[in-house]
């Protein structure tokens, strides 16, 4: 009995120097967009930017803390099992977190620069490793629209290879769950929620248009500090 | 209720010749393509089914409006995608839709046919598992079978829309018949799978795709779930299956009940 709780607070020391502030649990909270919900339009509907951000997104940071929270019980409790139960609730609503945050990053809207295409070193790597910037847009339009059911299409970079990829997560899954290496430098969020009420079922129209709201300047900045 | 018309001319394939056990439940219906004499390249397997009521039946549960498009388009695409794949493979020519099913999920490795025909079964289930005036509570054995394997009726409510909640993703929500354990239970489904994969039997399901309450609820899938179990649920449609599935999974000595 004195050995576990000495094994707690041992624990709770090197949380300490960890940073975990045992005292105050770290919560995350939802991101404000950069732009008004109807910036995105005729490409996205404010509607949905509103419902995605304010109750998509707000519920996936919700859930989120609550998953954590309960994480942090039983962990202090050393309940491995409940430990190991809330991965799953941890995974979806930690991954639509992150995701979602990438995602309004990736967009803008047309007067503050959303579909110029990139210049400079990744301009110059998507020719490389796709042909055109066309060959890499009719490659990811292609991909997200064959998904079947909830997910995302992914422009990534291997941080091992220096090499860009094209790559599809499942539900909510973050791109690094594909490989530790891959870094996102754009995500297309194609659950359903995402277009359903402006485009219906016609995913590939919303695939077309969402390339005139892409924010290259953003994936330019992430590429280059990955290579410099 | 089908929207398939026969034509009990001869087969084109000889397949079924070999097999003359099974009677085929598609039929064959070639199109004319811009009035021309010629008969067209397309043959159609299946035919797109509509519910068995009409699109506003539902209302003010699920618009007209979703049935449109769900329906419409949707389902309707699924069934195109389903007879583009057919013509160009008569390997699975011959199987019945609960078969295809089966067949082409090839023990978890599916086969490119398998999403097409699984969503057109889905659907067609989904849409005969509601009616207008639907919800309340079963009657008889179905009730009584719930009862036995949930505890109560309440309890198994709460399940099953315990379950659409927790759904991560796109997917189903289903009562089943399991044949194995020979009981009820609710089950969910990870995007178009189903539990005839697993040799279990349907016996209500609700789609849990954005796409089926979006345009009524928004992201509001708690709304929607109590919103199906309360008025749109066929319990006709349940019973029907159950006393079908009964003929297969022994579940006991049958009590009549009185009157």
């Known amino acids: ?228 | 209720m089908g929207s398939v018309t026969c034509n009990p001319l001869a087969p084109p394939s000889t397949h079924l010749l070999l097999n003359p056990s099974k009677i085929p439940k598609f039929c064959h219906s070639r199109r004319q393509l811009h009035g021309s004499q010629r008969a067209s390249k397309i043959i159609a397997y299946y035919g797109l089914k509509t519910p068995p009521y009409k699109l506003d039946a539902l209302e003010p549960y699920m618009s007209k409006r979703t049935l449109e498009v769900h329906w419409g388009e949707l389902h309707r695409g699924y069934v195109e995608g389903l007879n583009k794949h057919l013509a160009k493979d008569d390997v699975l020519y011959g199987y019945t839709l609960d078969e295809l099913v089966k067949v082409s999920y090839n023990s978890g490795n599916p086969l490119p046919v398998f999403n097409n025909a699984v969503q057109v079964w889905n659907h067609d289930f989904f849409w005969e598992s509601m009616q207008p005036g639907g919800g309340d509570i079963p009657k008889y054995g179905v009730l009584e079978q719930i009862e036995k394997d949930f505890g109560s009726f309440t309890n198994f409510k709460e399940k099953f829309i315990g379950a659409a909640l927790t759904l991560f993703g796109s997917g189903y929500v289903w009562l089943v018949l399991k044949r194995e354990e020979r009981r009820l239970a609710v089950v969910k489904t990870s995007n178009a799978i189903n539990p005839l994969v697993w040799n279990d039997i349907p016996i209500i399901s609700l789609d849990m795709w954005e796409h089926a309450y979006y345009l009524d609820y928004k992201n509001d899938k708690g709304t929607y779930a109590n919103v199906f179990m309360n008025h749109l649920v066929s319990w006709n449609a349940a019973m029907s299956r159950m006393a079908r599935a009964e003929a297969f999974v022994n579940l006991g000595e049958p009590k009549i009940p009185i009157a």
């Open chain 1, 1 to 228: 009995m004195a050995l576990r709780s000495l094994a707690i607070r041992k624990a709770i020391g090197l949380g300490k120097s960890v940073g975990l502030g045992l005292r105050g649990l770290q919560t995350v909270t939802l991101p404000d967009l950069p732009y008004d919900y109807s910036a995105l339009e005729p490409a996205i509907s404010g509607e949905i930017m509103q419902l995605h951000h304010q109750k998509h997104h707000q519920a996936y940071v919700t859930n989120y803390n609550k998953a954590v929270e309960q994480l942090f019980q039983a962990l202090n409790k050393v309940d491995t099992s409940t430990v190991v139960q809330l991965q799953g609730a941890i995974k979806f609503n930690g991954g639509g977190h992150v995701n979602h945050s990438i995602f309004w990053k990736n967009l803008a809207p047309v007067h503050e620069g959303g579909g110029e295409p990139p210049h400079s070193s990744l301009g110059w790597a998507i020719d490389t490793h796709f042909g055109s910037l066309e060959a890499l847009i009719q490659k990811m339009s292609a991909e997200g629209a064959a998904l079947q059911g909830s997910g995302w299409v992914w422009l990534g970079l291997d941080t091992e290879f220096k090499r860009l990829v094209v790559e599809t997560t499942a539900n909510q899954d973050p791109l690094v769950t594909k490989a530790p290496t891959l870094v996102p430098l754009l995500g297309i969020d194609v659950w359903e929620h995402a277009y359903y009420l402006q485009y219906k079922n016609v995913k590939p129209d919303y695939l077309k248009n969402i390339w005139n709201v892409m924010n290259w300047k953003y994936a330019s900045d992430v590429y280059q500090k990955e290579c410099p």
